[in-house]
Protein backbone atom coordinates (compact mmCIF):
# COMPACT_ATOMS: atom_id res chain seq x y z
CA UNK A 1 0.00 0.00 0.00
CA UNK A 2 1.23 3.70 -0.38
CA UNK A 3 4.29 4.43 1.03
CA UNK A 4 3.13 7.74 3.07
CA UNK A 5 1.88 8.64 6.49
CA UNK A 6 -1.75 7.38 7.52
CA UNK A 7 -4.61 10.28 7.53
CA UNK A 8 -7.40 8.27 8.74
CA UNK A 9 -7.88 4.85 10.29
CA UNK A 10 -11.46 3.43 10.96
CA UNK A 11 -11.79 -0.54 12.08
CA UNK A 12 -14.41 -2.11 12.71
CA UNK A 13 -16.93 0.47 12.54
CA UNK A 14 -20.41 -0.51 13.21
CA UNK A 15 -23.89 1.75 12.65
CA UNK A 16 -27.13 -0.31 13.07
CA UNK A 17 -30.18 1.35 12.88
CA UNK A 18 -32.91 0.22 15.33
CA UNK A 19 -36.08 -0.20 13.39
CA UNK A 20 -38.56 -0.75 15.93
CA UNK A 21 -37.13 -3.22 17.96
CA UNK A 22 -35.48 -4.79 14.34
CA UNK A 23 -31.97 -3.66 13.22
CA UNK A 24 -30.64 -2.63 9.91
CA UNK A 25 -26.58 -3.22 9.84
CA UNK A 26 -26.30 -0.30 7.31
CA UNK A 27 -22.45 -0.35 8.34
CA UNK A 28 -21.26 -3.90 9.50
CA UNK A 29 -17.37 -3.88 10.66
CA UNK A 30 -16.54 -1.24 7.78
CA UNK A 31 -12.17 -1.20 7.84
CA UNK A 32 -10.65 1.23 5.68
CA UNK A 33 -7.37 3.59 5.63
CA UNK A 34 -6.81 7.14 3.83
CA UNK A 35 -2.95 7.99 3.16
CA UNK A 36 -1.95 11.40 3.18
CA UNK A 37 -1.64 12.80 -0.77
CA UNK A 38 -3.70 9.57 -1.97
CA UNK A 39 -7.06 8.64 -3.21
CA UNK A 40 -8.77 6.14 -1.56
CA UNK A 41 -12.24 4.78 -3.37
CA UNK A 42 -14.85 3.19 -1.56
CA UNK A 43 -16.68 1.40 -3.88
CA UNK A 44 -20.40 -0.73 -3.72
CA UNK A 45 -23.88 -0.47 -5.13
CA UNK A 46 -26.09 1.24 -3.53
CA UNK A 47 -27.00 1.18 -0.12
CA UNK A 48 -24.40 -0.67 0.49
CA UNK A 49 -23.55 1.63 3.56
CA UNK A 50 -20.64 4.14 1.56
CA UNK A 51 -22.70 7.64 2.96
CA UNK A 52 -23.51 6.02 6.35
CA UNK A 53 -19.54 4.97 6.14
CA UNK A 54 -18.35 8.79 5.94
CA UNK A 55 -21.42 10.13 7.84
CA UNK A 56 -20.53 7.99 10.94
CA UNK A 57 -16.64 9.19 10.99
CA UNK A 58 -17.80 12.87 10.27
CA UNK A 59 -20.04 12.73 13.53
CA UNK A 60 -22.93 13.76 11.03
CA UNK A 61 -25.41 11.33 11.56
CA UNK A 62 -28.24 12.98 12.33
CA UNK A 63 -31.21 10.32 14.07
CA UNK A 64 -28.87 8.85 17.15
CA UNK A 65 -28.94 5.33 15.28
CA UNK A 66 -29.45 2.01 17.42
CA UNK A 67 -25.77 1.14 17.44
CA UNK A 68 -22.71 2.83 16.78
CA UNK A 69 -19.24 1.37 17.28
CA UNK A 70 -15.65 0.69 15.93
CA UNK A 71 -12.74 2.63 15.73
CA UNK A 72 -11.40 6.05 14.19
CA UNK A 73 -8.08 7.48 14.54
CA UNK A 74 -7.42 10.78 12.69
CA UNK A 75 -3.35 11.15 12.48
CA UNK A 76 -2.36 10.56 16.42
CA UNK A 77 -5.79 11.24 17.94
CA UNK A 78 -7.71 8.13 18.21
CA UNK A 79 -11.59 10.14 18.22
CA UNK A 80 -12.99 7.04 19.48
CA UNK A 81 -10.61 6.96 22.75
CA UNK A 82 -12.72 4.74 25.46
CA UNK A 83 -16.07 5.48 23.78
CA UNK A 84 -15.98 1.36 23.68
CA UNK A 85 -16.89 1.23 27.12
CA UNK A 86 -19.87 3.18 26.52
CA UNK A 87 -21.69 1.10 23.69
CA UNK A 88 -20.17 -2.13 22.81
CA UNK A 89 -22.22 -4.37 20.70
CA UNK A 90 -21.13 -8.13 20.07
CA UNK A 91 -22.03 -9.03 16.69
CA UNK A 92 -21.00 -12.63 16.21
CA UNK A 93 -22.78 -13.54 12.93
CA UNK A 94 -25.23 -11.10 13.54
CA UNK A 95 -26.03 -12.92 17.08
CA UNK A 96 -26.22 -8.81 18.66
CA UNK A 97 -25.55 -8.47 22.27
CA UNK A 98 -25.73 -4.52 23.05
CA UNK A 99 -25.13 -2.15 25.75
CA UNK A 100 -26.06 0.80 24.72
CA UNK A 101 -25.61 4.59 25.29
CA UNK A 102 -25.52 5.53 21.39
CA UNK A 103 -26.89 9.20 22.18
CA UNK A 104 -23.50 9.73 24.63
CA UNK A 105 -21.69 7.95 21.94
CA UNK A 106 -22.26 10.05 19.15
CA UNK A 107 -22.44 13.22 21.38
CA UNK A 108 -18.88 12.55 22.37
CA UNK A 109 -17.87 11.70 18.74
CA UNK A 110 -19.14 14.79 17.40
CA UNK A 111 -17.64 17.36 20.53
CA UNK A 112 -14.58 15.61 19.50
CA UNK A 113 -14.73 16.23 15.73
CA UNK A 114 -15.91 19.59 16.04
CA UNK A 115 -12.43 21.73 15.97
CA UNK A 116 -11.29 19.46 12.91
CA UNK A 117 -14.16 20.73 10.65
CA UNK A 118 -12.96 22.52 7.72
CA UNK A 119 -9.25 22.81 9.08
CA UNK A 120 -8.70 19.68 8.91
CA UNK A 121 -11.50 17.46 7.35
CA UNK A 122 -13.84 18.30 4.85
CA UNK A 123 -17.28 17.30 3.18
CA UNK A 124 -18.32 17.38 -0.34
CA UNK A 125 -21.42 16.78 -0.37
CA UNK A 126 -23.16 15.07 -4.32
CA UNK A 127 -25.03 18.37 -4.48
CA UNK A 128 -22.94 21.80 -4.37
CA UNK A 129 -26.24 23.88 -3.35
CA UNK A 130 -25.92 21.67 0.15
CA UNK A 131 -22.64 23.60 0.87
CA UNK A 132 -23.17 27.08 -1.22
CA UNK A 133 -26.04 29.84 0.39
CA UNK A 134 -28.41 30.29 -2.22
CA UNK A 135 -28.57 34.14 -1.11
CA UNK A 136 -25.54 35.39 -1.01
CA UNK A 137 -22.86 36.23 -4.08
CA UNK A 138 -20.32 33.60 -4.50
CA UNK A 139 -17.40 36.57 -4.44
CA UNK A 140 -19.25 37.31 -0.71
CA UNK A 141 -18.70 33.13 0.39
CA UNK A 142 -15.39 33.21 -0.80
CA UNK A 143 -14.49 35.85 1.43
CA UNK A 144 -16.55 34.84 4.32
CA UNK A 145 -15.00 31.02 4.30
CA UNK A 146 -11.32 32.84 3.57
CA UNK A 147 -11.58 35.20 6.58
CA UNK A 148 -13.09 32.62 8.59
CA UNK A 149 -10.21 29.78 7.99
CA UNK A 150 -7.11 32.06 6.86
CA UNK A 151 -5.11 33.91 8.92
CA UNK A 152 -2.93 35.21 6.02
CA UNK A 153 -3.22 38.91 6.01
CA UNK A 154 -5.95 40.04 2.99
CA UNK A 155 -7.29 36.65 3.09
CA UNK A 156 -10.76 37.70 1.77
CA UNK A 157 -9.72 40.21 -0.09
CA UNK A 158 -11.11 41.33 -3.46
CA UNK A 159 -7.96 40.16 -5.39
CA UNK A 160 -7.76 36.76 -3.44
CA UNK A 161 -10.95 36.01 -4.28
CA UNK A 162 -10.83 36.93 -8.17
CA UNK A 163 -7.66 35.00 -8.35
CA UNK A 164 -9.98 31.48 -6.67
CA UNK A 165 -12.58 32.36 -9.61
CA UNK A 166 -9.83 32.37 -12.10
CA UNK A 167 -8.51 29.48 -10.74
CA UNK A 168 -11.38 27.09 -10.98
CA UNK A 169 -11.73 28.64 -14.35
CA UNK A 170 -14.96 30.99 -13.76
CA UNK A 171 -13.56 33.69 -16.17
CA UNK A 172 -13.41 36.67 -16.27
CA UNK A 173 -13.39 36.67 -12.88
CA UNK A 174 -14.51 40.03 -11.90
CA UNK A 175 -17.69 39.27 -13.96
CA UNK A 176 -18.53 36.16 -11.59
CA UNK A 177 -17.75 37.99 -8.39
CA UNK A 178 -21.61 38.97 -7.67
CA UNK A 179 -23.42 36.28 -9.05
CA UNK A 180 -25.46 33.93 -6.86
CA UNK A 181 -25.19 30.02 -7.02
CA UNK A 182 -28.55 29.47 -9.15
CA UNK A 183 -26.64 31.86 -11.88
CA UNK A 184 -23.78 28.85 -12.35
CA UNK A 185 -23.90 25.55 -13.72
CA UNK A 186 -23.64 22.91 -11.67
CA UNK A 187 -20.30 21.96 -12.59
CA UNK A 188 -19.19 25.44 -11.89
CA UNK A 189 -20.81 25.36 -8.58
CA UNK A 190 -19.14 21.50 -7.44
CA UNK A 191 -15.27 23.53 -8.72
CA UNK A 192 -16.10 26.29 -6.30
CA UNK A 193 -17.53 23.81 -3.35
CA UNK A 194 -14.06 22.07 -4.45
CA UNK A 195 -11.82 25.26 -4.02
CA UNK A 196 -14.08 26.51 -0.78
CA UNK A 197 -13.57 23.29 1.10
CA UNK A 198 -9.96 23.58 -0.01
CA UNK A 199 -9.16 27.35 1.25
CA UNK A 200 -8.23 25.38 5.14
CA UNK A 201 -5.80 23.19 3.82
CA UNK A 202 -7.62 20.28 5.24
CA UNK A 203 -5.45 16.83 5.84
CA UNK A 204 -8.48 14.84 4.27
CA UNK A 205 -11.77 15.45 2.05
CA UNK A 206 -14.17 12.83 1.86
CA UNK A 207 -15.90 13.61 -1.26
CA UNK A 208 -19.27 11.59 -1.79
CA UNK A 209 -20.40 11.21 -5.02
CA UNK A 210 -19.40 14.82 -6.01
CA UNK A 211 -19.56 14.52 -9.66
CA UNK A 212 -22.61 11.98 -10.23
CA UNK A 213 -24.47 14.75 -10.95
CA UNK A 214 -22.52 16.42 -13.94
CA UNK A 215 -22.19 15.25 -17.44
CA UNK A 216 -18.94 12.95 -17.90
CA UNK A 217 -16.73 16.03 -19.49
CA UNK A 218 -17.63 18.20 -16.55
CA UNK A 219 -17.03 15.16 -14.17
CA UNK A 220 -13.38 15.18 -15.46
CA UNK A 221 -13.26 18.93 -15.24
CA UNK A 222 -13.75 19.15 -11.28
CA UNK A 223 -11.89 15.63 -10.55
CA UNK A 224 -9.27 16.86 -12.17
CA UNK A 225 -8.81 20.26 -10.34
CA UNK A 226 -9.35 18.26 -7.35
CA UNK A 227 -6.38 16.01 -8.46
CA UNK A 228 -4.20 18.56 -9.14
CA UNK A 229 -4.52 20.54 -5.63
CA UNK A 230 -3.85 17.20 -4.04
CA UNK A 231 -0.60 17.31 -5.76
CA UNK A 232 -0.12 20.49 -4.61
CA UNK A 233 -1.21 19.96 -1.28
CA UNK A 234 -0.95 16.18 -0.36
CA UNK A 235 -4.17 16.01 1.23
CA UNK A 236 -6.19 12.45 1.42
CA UNK A 237 -8.85 11.98 -0.15
CA UNK A 238 -11.96 9.64 0.27
CA UNK A 239 -13.52 9.33 -2.96
CA UNK A 240 -16.99 7.86 -2.75
CA UNK A 241 -18.49 6.37 -6.53
CA UNK A 242 -20.50 4.13 -8.02
CA UNK A 243 -18.30 3.98 -11.02
CA UNK A 244 -15.27 1.67 -11.55
CA UNK A 245 -14.06 4.01 -14.22
CA UNK A 246 -13.75 6.51 -11.35
CA UNK A 247 -12.09 4.23 -9.39
CA UNK A 248 -9.32 3.28 -11.67
CA UNK A 249 -8.81 7.36 -13.13
CA UNK A 250 -8.25 8.68 -9.70
CA UNK A 251 -7.72 6.37 -6.93
CA UNK A 252 -4.75 4.53 -5.24
CA UNK A 253 -6.61 2.21 -3.30
CA UNK A 254 -10.14 0.79 -3.26
CA UNK A 255 -12.39 -0.65 -0.38
CA UNK A 256 -15.40 -2.46 -2.07
CA UNK A 257 -18.51 -2.54 0.49
CA UNK A 258 -21.27 -5.13 -0.10
CA UNK A 259 -23.96 -5.11 2.62
CA UNK A 260 -22.04 -2.16 4.97
CA UNK A 261 -18.77 -4.48 5.19
CA UNK A 262 -16.07 -4.34 3.92
CA UNK A 263 -15.22 -7.45 1.82
CA UNK A 264 -12.03 -6.51 -0.20
CA UNK A 265 -9.32 -3.95 -0.35
CA UNK A 266 -6.89 -3.82 -3.00
CA UNK A 267 -4.38 -1.29 -4.88
CA UNK A 268 -6.45 -0.18 -7.91
CA UNK A 269 -3.90 -1.28 -10.07
CA UNK A 270 -4.07 -4.56 -9.19
CA UNK A 271 -7.75 -4.31 -10.66
CA UNK A 272 -6.46 -3.17 -13.69
CA UNK A 273 -4.44 -6.57 -13.51
CA UNK A 274 -7.57 -8.15 -13.12
CA UNK A 275 -5.80 -10.04 -9.34
CA UNK A 276 -9.75 -8.90 -7.14
CA UNK A 277 -10.70 -11.79 -6.12
CA UNK A 278 -14.02 -11.02 -3.85
CA UNK A 279 -16.68 -12.46 -6.46
CA UNK A 280 -18.55 -9.24 -5.97
CA UNK A 281 -15.43 -7.04 -6.70
CA UNK A 282 -15.48 -9.13 -9.61
CA UNK A 283 -18.62 -8.49 -10.57
CA UNK A 284 -18.24 -5.02 -10.33
CA UNK A 285 -15.46 -4.59 -12.15
CA UNK A 286 -17.26 -6.55 -14.90
CA UNK A 287 -19.84 -4.13 -14.66
CA UNK A 288 -19.02 -0.73 -16.51
CA UNK A 289 -20.81 0.98 -13.69
CA UNK A 290 -22.41 -0.44 -10.23
CA UNK A 291 -25.73 1.44 -11.06
CA UNK A 292 -25.87 -1.94 -14.07
CA UNK A 293 -26.15 -4.32 -11.05
CA UNK A 294 -29.14 -5.65 -11.38
CA UNK A 295 -30.05 -7.00 -7.65
CA UNK A 296 -32.20 -5.27 -5.23
CA UNK A 297 -29.70 -4.03 -3.05
CA UNK A 298 -30.05 -4.37 1.16
CA UNK A 299 -32.03 -7.36 1.53
CA UNK A 300 -28.48 -8.74 3.55
CA UNK A 301 -28.71 -5.45 5.99
CA UNK A 302 -32.26 -6.48 7.12
CA UNK A 303 -33.28 -10.19 6.74
CA UNK A 304 -31.38 -11.42 10.27
CA UNK A 305 -32.23 -14.81 9.16
CA UNK A 306 -28.96 -15.33 7.11
CA UNK A 307 -26.15 -17.22 8.34
CA UNK A 308 -22.96 -17.31 7.37
CA UNK A 309 -21.24 -15.33 4.30
CA UNK A 310 -23.62 -12.26 3.56
CA UNK A 311 -22.49 -12.82 -0.03
CA UNK A 312 -23.46 -16.40 -0.21
CA UNK A 313 -26.81 -15.73 -1.86
CA UNK A 314 -25.31 -13.80 -4.59
CA UNK A 315 -22.44 -15.98 -5.15
CA UNK A 316 -21.32 -18.40 -7.87
CA UNK A 317 -17.96 -19.79 -5.85
CA UNK A 318 -20.30 -21.19 -2.85
CA UNK A 319 -22.66 -22.63 -6.13
CA UNK A 320 -19.56 -24.73 -7.23
CA UNK A 321 -17.82 -25.35 -4.07
CA UNK A 322 -16.48 -28.28 -2.51
CA UNK A 323 -18.50 -29.34 0.91
CA UNK A 324 -15.80 -28.09 3.20
CA UNK A 325 -15.95 -24.85 1.48
CA UNK A 326 -19.98 -24.78 1.67
CA UNK A 327 -19.84 -25.62 4.92
CA UNK A 328 -17.56 -22.55 6.42
CA UNK A 329 -19.77 -20.33 3.82
CA UNK A 330 -22.93 -21.31 5.54
CA UNK A 331 -21.66 -21.16 9.21
CA UNK A 332 -19.65 -17.99 9.60
CA UNK A 333 -19.43 -14.69 7.96
CA UNK A 334 -15.29 -14.74 6.88
CA UNK A 335 -12.96 -12.20 8.45
CA UNK A 336 -10.56 -10.03 6.28
CA UNK A 337 -8.17 -11.83 5.26
CA UNK A 338 -4.50 -10.32 4.30
CA UNK A 339 -3.26 -11.72 0.94
CA UNK A 340 -0.17 -9.55 0.91
CA UNK A 341 0.93 -6.11 -0.02
CA UNK A 342 -2.33 -4.32 1.90
CA UNK A 343 -4.39 -6.59 -0.32
CA UNK A 344 -7.26 -8.14 1.56
CA UNK A 345 -10.46 -9.88 1.15
CA UNK A 346 -13.37 -11.35 3.29
CA UNK A 347 -13.99 -15.16 1.89
CA UNK A 348 -13.50 -18.27 2.82
CA UNK A 349 -11.88 -19.46 -0.78
CA UNK A 350 -8.83 -17.74 0.20
CA UNK A 351 -8.06 -18.60 4.10
CA UNK A 352 -5.27 -20.77 3.05
CA UNK A 353 -3.32 -17.98 0.76
CA UNK A 354 -3.56 -16.12 4.21
CA UNK A 355 -0.24 -14.43 5.13
N1 LIG B 1 -31.84 7.00 9.22
C1 LIG B 1 -31.87 5.76 8.74
N2 LIG B 1 -32.69 4.83 9.27
C2 LIG B 1 -32.73 3.57 8.80
N3 LIG B 1 -31.95 3.11 7.78
C3 LIG B 1 -31.12 3.99 7.19
C4 LIG B 1 -31.04 5.35 7.64
N4 LIG B 1 -30.11 5.99 6.87
C5 LIG B 1 -29.65 5.05 5.98
N5 LIG B 1 -30.27 3.87 6.19
C6 LIG B 1 -30.02 2.62 5.43
O1 LIG B 1 -28.65 2.34 5.50
C7 LIG B 1 -28.22 1.70 4.29
C8 LIG B 1 -26.96 2.36 3.77
O2 LIG B 1 -27.28 3.65 3.32
P1 LIG B 1 -26.21 4.58 2.59
O3 LIG B 1 -26.87 5.90 2.40
O4 LIG B 1 -24.94 4.57 3.34
O5 LIG B 1 -26.02 3.83 1.20
P2 LIG B 1 -25.02 4.24 0.02
O6 LIG B 1 -24.07 3.12 -0.17
O7 LIG B 1 -24.46 5.59 0.26
O8 LIG B 1 -26.03 4.25 -1.22
P3 LIG B 1 -26.06 5.26 -2.49
O9 LIG B 1 -25.00 4.75 -3.41
O10 LIG B 1 -27.44 5.06 -3.04
O11 LIG B 1 -25.82 6.66 -2.00
C9 LIG B 1 -29.39 1.76 3.32
O12 LIG B 1 -30.02 0.50 3.31
C10 LIG B 1 -30.30 2.80 3.94
O13 LIG B 1 -31.64 2.53 3.65
S1 LIG C 1 -17.13 -16.91 1.79
FE1 LIG C 1 -18.18 -18.37 0.47
S2 LIG C 1 -20.15 -17.41 -0.02
FE2 LIG C 1 -18.80 -15.84 0.78
S3 LIG C 1 -17.90 -14.88 -0.99
FE3 LIG C 1 -16.48 -16.48 -0.32
S4 LIG C 1 -17.05 -18.33 -1.45
FE4 LIG C 1 -18.74 -16.85 -1.65
MG1 LIG D 1 -24.65 7.46 -0.67
Request: with cysteine; proline share 5%; charged share 20%.
Amino acid sequence: MPNSEIVLKVEGLCVYFDNGGHFIRAVDGVELDCWQGQTTAILGESGSGKTITAKAIMGLIKHTPGVISGRILFGNQDLTANLEKICRVSNSNYGLTISKDTNHWHQLLKHRMAPLYGRKLAYIFQEPTRTLDPLLPIGKQIERVAARFSRAEGAGSRERVLNLLECIDLKPASSYVGRYPYELSTGQCQRLVVALVLLPRPRLIIADEPTSSLDVLTQKTVLDYLRSRQIQDHFAIMLITHSTDLVREYSQEVVVLFAGRTVERIATPLIDNGSQLHPYTEMLVRSESVRQVQEPAGKEMIDHSLTGCIYRQRCHYYRQAQSHLRGLCESENPPLISIGDGHQVACWKYQDSAD
